[in-house]
């Protein structure tokens, strides 16, 4: 489960999940959510991303998502396969060609959380700069 909260120009994404890997897999619909527009052409990228915790992992994968869609027109929907190590994600991204919403300028560190336990579930924040 996702949801936004609107602040003076930005956003921020409060995320629940069942697991640590869920919390990756719900940044990438609520990403689509907020650039998606309808429908085009399948596309599937291989997405690799590092990050001395895995807070600042899900920085930089969102920072990728969102330099994919701006780059690649690619409006990433889900995570077909994903490999989550100590300091390391690796996955496959499934999506749609379009022209995405260019609301996301950054990805940024304030007030960053990502915590929790798969017996008690995974809380996490992140704050897009729009």
């Excluded at 920085?59 to 396969?81: C, F, G, H, K, N």
């Amino acid at each position: 489960m996702y949801r936004w909260v609107d602040h003076t120009s930005e956003l921020e994404l409060e995320i629940q999940a069942p697991s640590e890997e869920a919390v990756f897999a719900e940044a990438i619909a609520a990403l689509a959510e907020l650039v998606g527009d309808g429908g085009g052409p399948p596309m599937a990228r291989e997405v690799e991303v590092a990050a001395d915790d895995h807070a600042l992992l899900l920085v930089e994968w969102l920072t990728e998502l969102v330099y994919l869609s701006e780059l690649e027109e690619l409006v990433p929907e889900r995570i077909a396969s994903m490999e989550l190590t100590e300091g390391r994600l690796r996955a496959t991204v499934e999506g749609h060609r379009a022209r995405p919403r260019h609301l996301v300028k950054a990805v940024t560190l304030h007030r960053l959380e990502l915590s929790g336990d798969d017996e008690a579930g995974w809380r996490a924040r992140v704050v897009l700069d729009v």
